[in-house]
């Protein structure tokens, strides 16, 4: 075979059925490729982080971690409607209704579009009132909104291309995805040595080598998309909203993207709790966030598989295939989160050391390490089922209860705890495992009791 047919096979076809087989083998077929994915698209911001830390300054160290909130109350409204045009596809590729696939593939590139350009136009223009509301130390907030401003002006790359990774994913394919994440990543660190150590670009520098580096993945999903000879296969005279498809993505879609939206913009409030202990603090915190985002990784890519194999397999209506994927999932994740929590409590200062070597910045990025880690198997349990749930179609009931545990629990945690018992960083800190606790709690007892497979969405 030459290499024109290698190439055009390869953009061609890797979608997998996961209705059959092995189900241990096929979630971790499906996980590793988009935990290694996940792991190389943390390095977008993560590498920003230590370039700033090592070769800009404490203060620019300390704006690109500040605005991590911001970046996510946005970009996590999305992911939760690109969630819905996920689940959508799943369901219809395991009932193997091809044209409701193509049909949902369609419209969700179109939300997609117009979505990119309201949310660059509110990333822009709400910049400086967000870092206001942060309580953001004036030494650093010049160069937040500078970093702030040019990632919003090209966000449009990072939806597009987590769009169609959804899209990917939903038939099975994690691999595709993952190999454009190696490159994109890649070029986001020669981009950002590049930019900052020849160009002395500074802060400035990070964020063009970031939206350049997630317009080189966009452009080759959507390669991939518009090549491809199964179901998802993209028209372009075909692109345009379907209404019907549309109301389900929503249906799927909306609880989801609020609940990841309103919860990131509850870490407004509690970056503000941290914010009010120094610029060290800060610090701190923000190599710990950078840690803290690998470690859910795991669960995280487990979680998706388990929303992609749970979609597909109730679109067949195998309910109980469902149900042993839900419990395959949860054992993988749980094993993993372990197995990682140990070397992360012991080789804590070095880990916080590689983003910021100023002494007070370890130290308490090393308190916040310590302090957390052995609470992460509580998230494998939140995690796994609401991503289930949302396979299932069932996406209002993991809001509600993420809602309920991460925002008003969490706010009046922190709240009663700083007025009326102690106004610590280690009280603030807490505030998560609290959250986590009740989370997961109030999840199991939701999937234990309720009838969940009933929302299936295909007819």
Same mark, same amino acid.
């Given at each position: 075979?030459?290499?024109?047919?290698?190439?055009? =096979?390869?953009?061609?076809?890797?979608?997998?059925?996961?209705? *059959?087989?092995?189900?241990?083998?096929?979630?971790?077929?499906?996980?590793?490729?988009? #935990?290694?994915?996940?792991? +190389?698209?943390?390095?977008?911001?993560?590498?920003?982080?230590?370039?700033?830390?090592?070769?800009?300054?404490?203060?620019?160290?300390?704006?690109?971690?500040?605005?991590?909130? @911001?970046?996510?109350?946005?970009?996590?409204?999305?992911?939760? #409607?690109?969630?819905?045009?996920?689940?959508?596809?799943?369901?219809?590729?395991?009932?193997?209704?091809?044209?409701?696939?193509?049909? $949902?593939?369609?419209?969700?590139?179109?939300?997609?579009?117009? /979505?990119?350009?309201? +949310?660059?136009? @509110?990333?822009?223009?709400?910049?400086?009132?967000?870092?206001?509301?942060?309580?953001?130390?004036?030494?650093?907030?010049?160069?937040?909104?500078?970093? /702030?401003?040019?990632?919003?002006?090209?966000?449009?790359?990072?939806?597009?291309?987590?769009?169609?990774?959804?899209?990917?994913?939903?038939?099975?394919?994690?691999?595709?995805? +993952?190999?454009?994440?190696?490159?994109?990543?890649?070029?986001?660190?020669?981009?950002? /040595?590049?930019?900052?150590?020849?160009?002395?670009?500074?802060?400035?520098?990070?964020?063009?080598?970031?939206? /350049?580096?997630?317009?080189?993945?966009?452009?080759?999903?959507?390669?991939?998309?518009?090549?491809?000879?199964?179901?998802? =296969?993209? *028209?372009?005279?075909? &692109?345009?909203? *379907?209404?019907?498809?549309? =109301?389900?993505?929503?249906?799927?879609?909306?609880?989801?993207?609020?609940?990841?939206? @309103?919860?990131?913009? %509850?870490?407004?409030?509690?970056?503000?709790?941290?914010?009010?202990?120094?610029?060290?603090?800060?610090?701190?915190?923000?190599?710990?966030?950078?840690?803290?985002?690998?470690?859910?990784?795991?669960?995280? %890519?487990?979680?998706?598989?388990?929303?992609?194999?749970?979609?597909?397999?109730?679109?067949?209506?195998?309910?109980?295939?469902?149900?042993?994927?839900?419990?395959?999932?949860?054992?993988?994740?749980?094993?993993?989160?372990?197995?990682?929590?140990?070397?992360?409590?012991?080789?804590?200062?070095?880990?916080?050391?590689?983003?910021?070597?100023?002494?007070?910045?370890?130290?308490?990025?090393?308190?916040?390490?310590?302090?957390?880690?052995?609470?992460?198997?509580?998230?494998?349990?939140?995690?796994?089922?609401?991503?289930?749930?949302?396979?299932?179609?069932?996406?209002?009931?993991?809001?509600?209860?993420?809602?309920?545990?991460?925002?008003?629990?969490?706010?009046?945690?922190?709240?009663?705890?700083?007025?009326?018992?102690?106004?610590?960083?280690?009280?603030?800190? &807490?505030?998560?495992?609290?959250?986590? #606790?009740?989370?997961? $709690?109030?999840?199991?007892?939701?999937?234990?009791?309720?009838?969940?497979?009933? *929302?299936?969405?295909?007819?």
């Amino acid at each position: 075979m030459d290499k024109a047919a290698s190439l055009k =096979k390869y953009f061609s076809r890797r979608d997998v059925d996961m209705t *059959h087989g092995n189900v241990y083998g096929l979630l971790i077929r499906f996980a590793v490729p988009l #935990l290694l994915g996940n792991l +190389f698209q943390q390095l977008y911001n993560t590498v920003d982080t230590w370039v700033v830390g090592n070769y800009v300054g404490k203060e620019a160290f300390s704006a690109v971690g500040t605005v991590t909130p @911001i970046l996510n109350m946005l970009i996590g409204f999305f992911m939760g #409607l690109s969630t819905g045009a996920g689940v959508v596809i799943s369901q219809y590729y395991g009932a193997k209704q091809e044209e409701k696939v193509s049909d $949902t593939v369609h419209t969700a590139l179109v939300m997609t579009a117009i /979505l990119g350009v309201l +949310f660059t136009a @509110i990333g822009v223009g709400m910049t400086p009132l967000m870092l206001r509301f942060m309580k953001t130390p004036t030494e650093v907030f010049s160069e937040a909104r500078t970093y /702030l401003t040019i990632y919003f002006s090209g966000i449009f790359g990072l939806m597009l291309y987590n769009m169609g990774a959804g899209i990917l994913r939903a038939v099975g394919d994690s691999q595709r995805p +993952f190999y454009f994440l190696v490159l994109s990543a890649s070029l986001n660190i020669v981009l950002d /040595l590049l930019f900052v150590l020849a160009f002395h670009m500074g802060v400035a520098g990070v964020a063009y080598a970031t939206i /350049l580096s997630q317009g080189i993945s966009a452009l080759l999903v959507m390669i991939v998309l518009v090549r491809a000879d199964n179901w998802c =296969k993209v *028209h372009l005279r075909k &692109l345009k909203l *379907h209404w019907a498809v549309l =109301k389900k993505i929503v249906r799927v879609g909306i609880p989801a993207a609020i609940q990841m939206a @309103i919860t990131a913009f %509850s870490n407004v409030f509690v970056q503000s709790y941290i914010n009010f202990f120094g610029a060290d603090c800060m610090g701190g915190w923000t190599a710990y966030a950078k840690i803290d985002a690998f470690l859910f990784l795991p669960m995280q %890519s487990v979680s998706m598989g388990a929303t992609t194999f749970v979609g597909q397999n109730l679109g067949m209506n195998d309910v109980p295939r469902a149900r042993q994927g839900v419990g395959a999932a949860l054992k993988i994740s749980a094993l993993i989160t372990v197995c990682l929590m140990a070397p992360v409590v012991a080789f804590a200062p070095h880990l916080v050391r590689f983003f910021n070597d100023t002494p007070e910045v370890v130290r308490f990025g090393t308190l916040f390490l310590r302090l957390m880690s052995p609470f992460y198997v509580l998230c494998c349990v939140n995690q796994i089922l609401a991503g289930s749930l949302r396979g299932a179609g069932d996406s209002r009931a993991p809001m509600f209860i993420m809602l309920f545990s991460f925002v008003l629990f969490r706010q009046i945690y922190l709240y009663l705890m700083t007025h009326f018992v102690a106004n610590t960083i280690v009280v603030v800190a &807490l505030g998560y495992p609290a959250g986590w #606790l009740v989370c997961s $709690t109030v999840t199991y007892l939701y999937f234990r009791f309720a009838h969940w497979e009933k *929302h299936r969405i295909v007819e």
